[in-house]
């Protein structure tokens, strides 16, 4: 009994003081209320600053290391695969050549749709293609090429892939009619069509094409994507290898191989204080996992 005479006590008197205090001085709800915003925004800034930091940390892990490592181990299997195209060079190196997964990849439709961006002479891929059945549409600006059927089932369009529609002024004056994605299944009337193959050989600018297309979801239409990709025209290792993942966890693309670009040697270049000697040409494919 005692011990509760002793609680009452005690609660009345802080009750007391508090009321006394807050009807005697007013200034101590506007200062609890300052105080309370002041320390949410201290909280605030601080979550910022620990994001930029985390950031900048995941930026520096970004190297052309893992890069590499990941473009040299592709993550799938595919039991059975069909080389397309290429050419031998004087070394016996084959050149130009792609790959698609018929197992347990979805193969080729009859009367498969192909686009191939980037020909430079080299018609090898899509006379390949026409062979196995396929309707093939041709891309390239810098042929000096009008727009012409090149055979029953190959048409050579003098237009060029980009992450935006513009007409670039090139070397010797020539003008480069760019596209983007989109622009190609209107021409074509492909919009409600799925493309078997998308092949590109653009030289290093497959990775503002892939950013542009991955941000507007072009390949849900897609089911084989085939890529010799340029690593050495500028140094966003950690863009690219962003670029590659967000192809296999948004697109449900599934990278399947990997192979050097043997007529071309390695590349020695300065990269984070230190000298590498690296090849930075790669044949990449994916296929799309149309169970997702």
């Given at each position: 009994m ?15 003081i508090?009321f006394?205090?807050?009807t005697?001085?007013?200034w101590i709800?506007?200062?609890?209320i300052?105080?309370?915003?002041l320390?949410?925004l201290?909280c ?9 930091w985390y950031d900048?940390s ?8 893992s890069l590499v ?5 592709p993550p799938?299997l ?9 050419e031998?060079?004087d070394?016996h190196?084959i050149?130009k050549d792609k790959v698609?997964?018929?197992k347990p990849?979805?193969g080729l439709r009859?009367?498969?749709i192909?686009?191939?961006f980037?020909?430079?002479g080299?018609?090898?891929f ?5 062979k196995?059945g ?5 891309f390239d ?10 055979s ?6 003098n ?5 935006v529609?513009?007409?670039q002024i ?5 003008t480069?009619r ?8 209107d021409?074509?009337g492909?919009?409600n069509?799925t493309?078997d193959v998308l ?7 497959e ?13 849900n239409?897609?089911?084989?994507l ?9 140094k ?5 290898l ?10 449900k693309m ?5 192979r050097?670009?043997n ?7 300065s990269?984070?204080?230190?000298k590498l000697?690296?090849q930075?040409l790669?044949?990449l494919a994916?296929?799309?996992d149309?169970?997702?």
């Open positions: 005692a011990n509760y005479r002793q609680k009452v006590k005690f609660r009345r008197i802080v009750q007391s508090l006394y205090k807050l005697t001085h007013k709800i506007p200062v609890l300052c105080s309370v915003a320390l949410l201290c605030r800034t601080l979550r910022i600053l620990y994001l930029e900048e995941l930026r520096k892990l970004d190297t052309l290391d490592a990941y473009i040299r181990h799938t595919c039991k059975a695969a069909l080389t397309l195209g290429g031998l060079d070394k190196h050149d698609v997964c018929l990849g979805p009859p009367n498969c192909v686009y191939s980037g020909i430079n080299d018609w090898s899509d006379e390949s293609m026409e196995y396929c309707r093939v549409y041709s600006p810098g042929m000096g090429l009008e727009n012409h059927n090149r029953k089932k190959i048409s050579f369009y237009l060029g892939i980009s992450d529609n513009e007409n090139r070397k010797k004056n020539k480069w760019l596209r983007t994605f989109d622009y190609f299944m021409l074509l492909h919009r069509e493309i092949k590109m050989d653009i030289r290093g600018s990775w503002d094409v892939l950013k542009h297309m991955l941000n507007n979801e072009y390949f239409r897609i089911r084989h085939c890529i010799e990709t340029y690593l050495n025209f500028d966003r290792w950690g863009e690219k962003r670029i590659l993942k967000r192809l296999e966890n948004e697109a599934k990278f399947f191989s990997s050097k670009n007529v071309t040697g390695k590349n020695i270049f990269n984070e204080d230190r000697s690296e930075l790669y044949e994916w296929y799309r149309e169970k997702n």
